[in-house]
């Protein structure tokens, strides 16, 4: 198994406890996966007898002060995600090369994973933690109760017909939230890859084409369909409220990420195996449903850390099969990028997910890794809050959204 | 009095200072002028120039020149600024017209020794020793959609008050919780004004005749002229420098734009440009130009 190819290969080459201590810098400071974490520098700790120093931030504040974390003494191994946000800091000469850490564990892992790894000069920055599909969520009790099968919900009637019918119970539908500003971005990828398709998406969120064009524009129209059956406070939850309206059985659906089947399992073991998901419905029967928003995480290892190759030494060893393990051992619900973990240990939701991701040709990593930090942020977070306000003022802001986009520095 | 018989010798001295004395001299003054130059005067200077410029705020080499881009971008193109724009004038007006005269009146009533004075003097002075940070994480547990004001009202998430999300409301929300704190500050600060001024001139008034309106405004106000140039310069720049209680509550996502959250938006984080830069100079001459004014029109009035 590769695992243990992988875990042959650690023993040779890594100077247990000879890189010297070393500090990881975790952004989150959530209870499972600091829990997933722990579990994982405890592991390290434990094989190589070398001193790991714990150090969590909240995962907002961890974002703001990235570029001055990385430019300062920031820890050696850290946190982050694929994509986009990786390159850009590689570019910037901040991240530890890891070409040598991918040659030894690279076998652990599926082509894609090794490319959304992979900075503009074609070395590697990143390690893949773990990964999860964006979909939309319910609890299959509550559709049975509504006499709807989850796979009845193929296409954009079949959604519209399970809203109507939690409506009708006096619940909320979709449940939504955008106070973060990123929380809705979400809702905004999967109808624009739906009526436009992914090509749509990558070009749009590129520069190509155009936050005017007529097509960018009926992305909202079928959003706006969703509002009736939308909470009325989308503005003043963040996804975290969305969630705890479907935990409490007051919302019939919820598009995210899976991340939160750990907070849901925090709350009992049968919320957790009520929780389901099924890829976001077909609108254009052209593009069916073959794009999903599935975004990785993992790891880096910071330049200006004071022991690159601790660092490197400890992401050889959370991206290899035997910290992966470790980080499973927890409970805590994890999709690892590893594929030496077994999908056969998969419990049914994990399951649910890998076959919702199955169903796709193509994946999006999400609006904010996917175009310009300094637009995504700054520009399109505001614009969607404002759209949630007036939804009637969609051309309006759709021409402010291109005209900033237009007065963009140049790269 | 003493003063009078040491001023002979102070004169003396200032003509032949001694070597100590120059050194000493020369370390208190010039180690916080080289401080106040090196933290303060250097990066406000490079604030300005950076606004002009594009950067990612990382290597040097990749500053690029872009002339009054920043700015024109920001009048022309930032729907967002005109919003911050406006809810900083709000929260100017609401806190001249409302939360500083609150602060004034409740500090005259304390100074007469109204009943419970002492208990109000705290009450409304607890605030101000909590940070503005720490304000707003308070008031957000109590206002949030499953927060405090919530719960006793017995509703749930899917049917809370939006306080914070309501963008009709939610700038009152925000100023009713800043003059929370404001009032307090400003009371406490013209408190220690009127204990200072002298309890004959209060007597002198009122055998003159003087209603307490015509003492407050003809004799309080006048002597408290100190006082009054500290509490209006506070008050506007309380007002344009606001960040702590939104950044709390809302953190960089535009929930309730003002120039002190657009500034961080744009320089903190992956999105770093200078166009935050820009925000941050707009913000200095806005809070600058009313101030210098008042002084300016102040110390004429002194002289004259």
Redesign the interface.
Known sequence: MAGVAGLGSLLTSCGSGEVGPLSFGARTVDESPTKQLKALVAAYEAKTGNKVTYNATES?AF??????YL?GTPDDAFQWMAGY?MQ??AQ???LVDLSSVWKKIGDQYAESYKIASTGLDGKQYFIPQSWYPWGLHFRKSMLADLGIDPDGIYNWDDFLKMLDGMKKKGL?GFAAAD????EAMGTFDVINARVNGYQYHVDLMAGREKWTDARTAKVFEYWEQLIPYM???????EWD?AM??LL?R??GAMLMGSWFGGNFKEQSDADYEDLWIIPFPEINPEHKRDSIDAPIDGFCAAKNGSNNDGGKDFLAFAGDMEGVQAMLDTGVPMTSANKGQDTSTYDAFQTQQLAVMGEAKYIMQFLDRDT???????VV??AL??WF?NPKDVNKILE?LQ??W??L??L | MSSSATRPVRSRRRRAFSRGDRLTLGLFVGVPTLLHLLLVWIPAILTIVLSFT?W????FGDI?W?GV?NY??IFT????FYDALRNNVIWLVWFALLATPAGVLLAYQIDRHIRGHRFYQSAYYFPVVLSLAVTGIIWNFML???GFINGILGR?????I??????DINIYVIMVIASWRHVGYIMLLYLAGLKAIDPTLREASAIDGATEWETFRKVILPVMRPVNVIIVVITIIESLRAFDIIYVI??????L?ILGVLV???I??????M?GAAYAVLLFVLSIGPIIAYLRQQFREDVS
Do not use: H
């Not at chain 1, 974002?63 to 001055?68: E, I, K, V």
């Not at chain 1, 310009?372 to 700054?378: I, L, Q, S, V």
């Open positions: 907002n974002q703001n002060n990235l570029s001055q430019q946000r850009f800091f910037q000469d901040l909320v106070k973060g500003g990123w909470n009325e406070n989308v503005l003043d939850l409220g705890q309206l409490q007051k919302a310009r930090p300094d637009f995504a942020g700054p977070g505001p809050q404002s306000k402010s005209s900033q237009d007065a520095p140049p | 594009y990612t705020g990382i290597r690029k872009a881009a024109t971008n193109k930032t729907p967002a949030r959609s499953d749930d998430i899917d049917n809370a939006s306080f914070f999300g309501n963008y809302y953190g960089t996502s535009a929930g734009p961080f938006q744009n903190a984080g992956e999105g770093a440009s166009k």
